[in-house]
């Protein structure tokens, strides 16, 4: 039994502990109160590019600033507003938080991207793309600058009504990532029927991929895959020196990790693009 915890812990690190387990318990009046407060708000963590350096975007993780818990991972809250009904809500207030953020760097001259983590209920719930356009219009941002990470998980409970979404979204110009690949299931056949523009390759294959031959076998057919099908790859949970060589040699488009910048409120980003600049890997 300790083998497999070890190994489940190597193999799925990115499992949420259980809301009741540990930490103090969180209750839907708590992220009520929350919601209404403010106290969630968006982080960003930069997306860089292997090839140059170049910073490209960011991906808005929501973080909850509690009063007197502190900081509180999503992993601890997206689920309770998925299963209580508050994630429409949530996601409402995360976008229209992050395209004010967005077309604030736009007037000062900053062209980096957006991407949005989106749930399956959010995706589902039919009014997501309305809300997005009339946010873009009312900011004046292109769609073309904003991508929707969805997860395998997310669209595999209604496939049929998923793909009408997302192909409308797409439609309008936003960009779709397929979140965390591998993790799923079924992926090639909805990589063959959804219209993605985006693949993440998962931190659980990407961490010290040159370690073990079995991951890099993994990584190198994927990025393969998605090369041919014309997807750009991005590789999540890019720690170390090492691991941002062996996926810059293998081609992959962009980094994201601690490696190149952890998530951060939204006044650090120029701060870490000075000392990123003054250390990025040259090429
Ligand atoms: P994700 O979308 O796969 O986001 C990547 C996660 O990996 C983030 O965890 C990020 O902090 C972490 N990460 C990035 N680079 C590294 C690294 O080099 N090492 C390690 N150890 N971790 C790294 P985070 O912020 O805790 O978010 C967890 C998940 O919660 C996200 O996974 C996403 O699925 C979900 N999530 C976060 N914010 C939102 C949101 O606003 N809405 C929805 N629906 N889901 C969200
Ligand atoms: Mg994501
Ligand atoms: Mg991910
Ligand atoms: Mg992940």
């Given at each position: 039994?300790?083998?497999?915890?070890?190994?489940?812990?190597?193999?799925?690190?990115?499992?949420?502990?259980?809301?009741?387990?540990?930490?103090?318990?969180?209750?839907?009046?708590?992220?009520?109160?929350?919601?209404?407060?403010?106290?969630?708000?968006?982080?960003?963590?930069?997306?860089?590019?292997?090839?140059?350096?170049?910073?490209?975007?960011?991906?808005?993780?929501?973080?909850?600033?509690?009063?007197?818990?502190?900081?509180?991972?999503?992993?601890?809250?997206?689920?309770?507003?998925?299963?209580?009904?508050?994630?429409?809500?949530?996601?409402?207030?995360?976008?229209?938080?992050?395209?004010?953020?967005?077309?604030?760097?736009?007037?000062?001259?900053?062209?980096?991207?957006?991407?949005?983590?989106?749930?399956?209920?959010?995706?589902?719930?039919?009014k997501l793309c309305d809300r997005l356009l009339e946010q873009c219009r009312q900011k004046g941002i292109n769609p073309n600058l904003i991508t929707l990470e969805v997860t395998e998980s997310a669209f595999v409970k209604d496939l049929g009504h998923s793909l009408e979404m997302l192909s409308r979204l797409r439609m309008h110009g936003f960009g779709l990532s397929i979140d965390d690949f591998g993790t799923g299931y079924s992926s090639m056949q909805q990589l063959s029927l959804l219209p993605f523009t985006e693949l993440k390759l998962d931190r659980s294959f990407v961490d010290r991929c040159h370690e073990d031959p079995v991951r890099l076998a993994i990584i190198e057919s994927t990025l393969t895959l998605a090369r041919k099908i014309g997807l750009r790859t991005v590789a999540e949970g890019v720690e170390d020196k090492a691991t941002w060589d062996e996926l810059a040699r293998l081609g992959c488009d962009e980094c994201q990790g601690y490696y190149a910048g952890r998530p951060m409120p939204q006044d650090q980003l120029l701060p870490w693009h000075e000392q990123w600049q003054a250390r990025a890997p040259a090429r």
């Open positions: 039994p300790a083998r497999l915890a070890e190994l489940l812990a190597r193999w799925a690190p990115d499992t949420r502990p259980p809301l009741a387990g540990s930490g103090p318990h969180i209750g839907v009046a708590d992220l009520t109160k929350a919601l209404a407060q403010g106290e969630i708000m968006p982080w960003y963590q930069p997306k860089v590019s292997f090839a140059t350096g170049e910073w490209l975007g960011v991906e808005a993780l929501s973080r909850w600033l509690h009063p007197t818990l502190g900081m509180i991972p999503p992993g601890r809250f997206i689920p309770l507003a998925e299963e209580q009904g508050l994630i429409t809500l949530l996601t409402e207030r995360l976008i229209e938080q992050c395209l004010q953020d967005k077309a604030h760097w736009q007037t000062s001259g900053l062209a980096i991207k957006l991407s949005l983590n989106i749930s399956s209920s959010s995706l589902v719930e039919g």
